[in-house]
């Protein structure tokens, strides 16, 4: 398993920016499957962005797509979610994950697919 640790959350406008990190530690950073999550107070965690730098691929929840974009940057051990246009709705906890040795899997929003979770970065998002 890995190790993650999230930053960047925030307070911010609608309309505003966010950049989220994830760092993990141990030395299978590229061979994992790589994943944002989301939940909000009293609703269930969904999957916001994945990608699979062995598929080349990556796959966005609906209500995320065009606004987030997720990456990967081997060198840092570090995965990023670029939030624009940011709406109310996405005040949430956003939690990374990753599947140590998915490299190979196909981008998956599944959070069942994911062996290690980080704590969690607050978004709060006011009109």
């Known amino acids: 398993q890995l190790q993650l640790v999230e930053s960047g959350g925030g307070s911010v406008q609608a309309g505003g920016s966010l950049r989220l990190s994830c760092v993990a530690s141990?030395?299978?950073?590229?061979?994992?499957?790589w994943g944002w999550f989301r939940q909000a107070p009293g609703m269930e965690r969904e999957g916001v962005a994945s990608?699979?730098?062995?598929?080349?691929?990556?796959l966005y929840a609906d209500s995320v797509k065009g606004r987030f974009t997720i990456s990967q940057d081997n060198a840092k051990k570090t995965v990023y979610l670029q939030m624009n246009s940011l709406e109310p709705e996405d005040t949430a906890m956003y939690f990374c994950?990753?599947?140590?040795?998915?490299?190979?899997?196909?981008?998956?929003?599944?959070?069942?697919?994911?062996?290690?979770w980080g704590q969690g970065t607050r978004v709060t998002v006011s009109t």
């Open positions: 994950a990753a599947r140590a040795g998915g490299a190979r899997y196909y981008p998956d929003l599944n959070a069942a697919t994911y062996d290690s």
């Open positions: 141990g030395n299978i950073f590229s061979d994992s499957l």
């Open positions: 990608v699979s730098q062995g598929r080349s691929r990556t």
